[in-house]
Nanobody
Framework: QVHLVESGGGLVQAGGSLRLSCAAS????????MGWYRQAPGKQRELVAE???????NYTNSVKGRFTLSRDNAKNTVYLQMDSLKPEDTAVYYC??????????????WGQGTQVTVSS
């Protein structure tokens, strides 16, 4: 079993910054990809940023140049630095990971979600 523990989030004014962290623990042999999704009220969940096993990082267009995803492989942790936040960034942010366990099973995991609210 794998657990994703999220931290960070909260309330910030437009133009401010927040940092989200997500640590994966449990039966992890290989991290295929790890990143963050978000879901605003009345909208579908969307990819924000992810990093692949090879180190490639993908961002949704609306956050490019403002958000930075980094990872600590030794800790199975990713960090999402969010700068120049806008009210439209308000959403519940979910950590996501695709992991191969020691028994060669590949599964997708989700965190419990953390609220990010940006006031205008």
């Amino acid at each position: 079993q794998v657990h994703l523990v999220e931290s960070g989030g909260g309330l910030v004014q437009a133009g401010g910054s927040l940092r989200l962290s997500c640590a994966a623990s449990g039966s992890i042999s290989s991290m295929y990809r790890m990143g963050w999704y978000r879901q605003a009220p009345g909208k579908q969940r969307e990819l924000v940023a992810e990093v692949t096993r090879g180190g490639s990082t993908n961002y949704t267009n609306s956050v490019k140049g403002r958000f930075t995803l980094s990872r600590d492989n030794a800790k199975n942790t990713v960090y999402l630095q969010m700068d120049s936040l806008k009210p439209e960034d308000t959403a519940v942010y979910y950590c996501n990971a695709v992991i191969r366990d020691p028994w060669y099973r590949i599964k997708e995991y989700w965190g419990q979600g953390t609220q990010v609210t940006v006031s205008s």
